[in-house]
């Protein structure tokens, strides 16, 4: 099983990005689906997750109308789309995937886990 992201990169504030995380190994779509950041001398947070059941989708407060998740079953592929970035944006970015939505919601205890993605946020 394999996650990896992509799409990181430099972009300034204001700037849109949109990463990418392509499963192979697993259908992604049967599994819940999350991204989560961690940003140099933090703790890493949960961004958002995408749910396999239901296609309901949460993020956390603080993001909410700048980041949106979606998924192409076709391209076994989840997408965290980012608007509006801001430099406290820059992070590496993960992809984390498992059976339970509850463990997305907390960012404990995902099956798989991607490298992860750079995402600098500066003019």
């Known amino acids: 099983v394999q996650l990896v992201e992509s799409g990181g990169g430099l972009v300034q504030p204001g700037g849109s990005l949109r990463l990418s995380c392509a499963a192979s190994?697993?259908?992604?779509?049967?599994?819940?689906t999350g991204w989560f950041r961690q940003a140099p001398g933090k703790e890493r947070e949960m961004i958002s997750c995408l749910s396999s059941s239901d296609g309901r989708t949460d993020y956390a407060n603080s993001l909410k109308g700048r980041f949106t998740i979606s998924r192409d079953v076709a391209r076994n592929t989840v997408y965290l789309q980012m608007t509006s970035l801001k430099p406290e944006d820059t992070a590496v970015y993960y992809c984390a995937t498992d059976y339970s939505y509850s463990n997305c919601l907390v960012g404990y205890g995902m099956a798989y886990w991607g490298e992860g993605t750079l995402v600098t946020v500066s003019s």
């Open positions: 190994g697993l259908t992604l779509h049967f599994y819940n």
